[in-house]
């Protein structure tokens, strides 16, 4: 078992995705910059064909990469709302530690590493989710046919 979830590192680890997501939607934007820029092409002078392609496909590339640059906003947005405050039941906003593995819940997010831990996000729409929504520390269930136990709570 690993040391106790207090409220300053449920803090930390929350920062920690929060600087994660802004790391990713300063490369998604670089991207489209990018992208835009070599979707221009100088409207006086003559193109081929495959100039005139590879403009358009990039001009493509960067209203997807605008788009997930949107997204990514509205997952900050969804991440700084998040409330860490202390919990006993597992919910949006909890670390939970179940098998070893420590999650936090309601972010859907590559793993962070905290203080020497890595957490992972653990989505509201996760079949993990779904088997231990409002359960406490020290309770088991039944999951994918493994008998897991919430190791910690916070």
């Given at each position: 078992?690993?040391?106790?979830?207090?409220?300053?590192?449920?803090?930390?680890?929350?920062?920690?995705?929060?600087a994660n997501a802004q790391a990713?939607?300063?490369?998604?934007?670089?991207?489209?910059?990018?992208?835009?820029a070599a979707a221009d092409l100088d409207q006086d002078s003559a193109y081929s064909i495959d100039d005139i392609a590879q403009s358009d496909s990039a001009g493509d590339?960067?209203?997807?990469?605008?788009?997930s640059a949107a997204a990514q906003r509205a997952s900050i947005d969804n991440l700084r709302a998040l409330d860490v405050s202390p919990t006993d039941r597992v919910g949006p906003?909890?670390?939970v530690e179940?098998?070893?593995?420590?999650?936090?819940?309601?972010?859907?997010?590559?793993?962070?590493?905290v203080e020497g831990a890595s957490y992972d996000g653990l989505s509201?729409?996760?079949?993990?989710?779904?088997?231990?929504?409002?359960?406490?520390?020290?309770d088991a269930v039944d999951f994918r046919g493994r008998h897991i136990t919430i190791d910690q709570l916070g």
């Open positions: 078992m690993s040391p106790t979830i207090d409220a300053t590192t449920k803090q930390r680890v929350k920062d920690a995705f929060v990713r939607l300063e490369s998604l934007l670089a991207s489209a910059v990018a992208e835009s590339l960067t209203g997807l990469l605008e788009r906003g909890a670390i179940v098998d070893g593995q420590r999650y936090l819940v309601g972010v859907s997010s590559a793993a962070v590493d509201l729409d996760a079949p993990l989710y779904a088997a231990i929504a409002g359960r406490r520390a020290g």
